[in-house]
């Protein structure tokens, strides 16, 4: 889940931090940094987690339609329709999947009010009222759970504020977790025994990676300037972006000090990054000075690549 491009969006964002304070310790950035991987994974476990606490409040709601003196069939239909949810189920008695809710300790917290709401929101939305006319499969129910996650992200303010409130990385985090959910749900079968993605491809790698390109950047900040100062003489450096700046110190600390990672896949990789976070000038700007500068380190030799890194 936490891909390589997330890793270097973390470390970004703990540099531009740090950056902008001065007098800052390295040291308690760097927590921080790893600290937020965490975060988001159990962000990403919270919205996985909301389908099935969602489901036991439809059932009070269920239980309390059935009690009236004239209930609504047509409510206790759609209620019906939707606590059966198969995707409900398999996350439900997925064990690998509740393990991690344990682990991570994720709980909804004070959510009656919120789902009460919600519900006011969902139970006339076109999602739900073309799913209850319709006949569906396991796709369409997986396409219910993904639009319902889609809408509180995107569209609910409610959900927003209830998420903002317990997660200060929302905002950073909200695209990964979303797709990374999108996904989690596109894969899931019935009563599949593999719902989570790996939190790490190789988690002790991952962890250096991050570690190392957020303390190589600091430590080599002198070196990386004056090579970036070299190429950008007709610039006032003062006018040159601490966005921009920070992305190409990143760039070429990859480029000289991670010798199995390619050079074309570092350039590419904070050329992204640039279109994310920067200005719409900014990512010819970084190309042109990235461009040169790896021209003559690769003239004075300063370029090692070993293993996949020598892939160009």
């Known amino acids: 889940m936490l891909n390589r491009r997330f890793l270097r969006i973390k470390a970004f964002q703990a540099l531009y931090s740090f950056s902008r304070e001065e007098g800052g310790k390295p040291s308690s950035y760097k927590k921080r940094l790893l600290d937020g991987l965490d975060k988001t994974y159990e962000l990403y476990l919270l919205l996985l987690s909301f389908p099935q ?56 917290n004070g959510h009656t009010d919120l789902f009460r709401k919600l519900w006011s929101e969902l139970k006339n939305h076109e999602l739900i009222i073309n ?62 025994k593999k719902v989570l993605p790996e939190k790490h491809k190789d988690e002790e790698e991952d962890l250096k990676f991050v570690k190392d390109l ?34 190409m110190k990143m760039a070429l600390c990859e480029v000289i000090y991670f010798p199995f990672i390619p050079v074309k896949v570092s350039m590419n990789e904070y050329l992204e990054l640039a279109k994310l976070y920067s200005t719409p000038n900014s990512h010819g700007f970084i190309n042109g000075i990235l461009d040169k500068v790896q021209i003559d380190l690769r003239k004075n030799d300063k370029i090692k690549k070993l293993g996949r890194g020598l892939v160009d």
């Open 53 to 108: 606490e969602f489901k036991h409040f439809l059932v009070q709601e269920l239980n309390a339609e059935k009690a009236k003196h004239y209930p609504s069939a047509e409510q206790i239909a759609l209620l019906d329709l939707l606590t059966s949810n198969r995707v409900i189920h398999t996350l439900e008695n997925n064990f690998a999947f509740q393990e991690a809710l344990k682990q991570n300790t994720v709980v909804w």
């Open 131 to 192: 799913f209850s006319k319709s006949a569906h499969n396991l796709n369409d129910e997986k396409a219910l759970i993904s639009g319902m996650l889609e809408f509180m992200v995107v569209d609910s303010e409610l959900f927003e504020a209830y998420i903002e409130e317990r997660y200060l990385n929302w905002d950073d985090d909200q695209v990964l977790v979303l797709s990374t959910l999108q996904k989690t749900l596109q894969m899931l079968k019935e009563n599949s």
């Open 214 to 247: 957020f303390e190589l950047t600091i430590e080599k900040d002198k070196e990386l300037i004056e090579m970036i100062a070299a190429k950008t003489q007709n610039w006032d450096q003062d006018r040159i972006a601490l966005v921009d700046l920070i992305l």
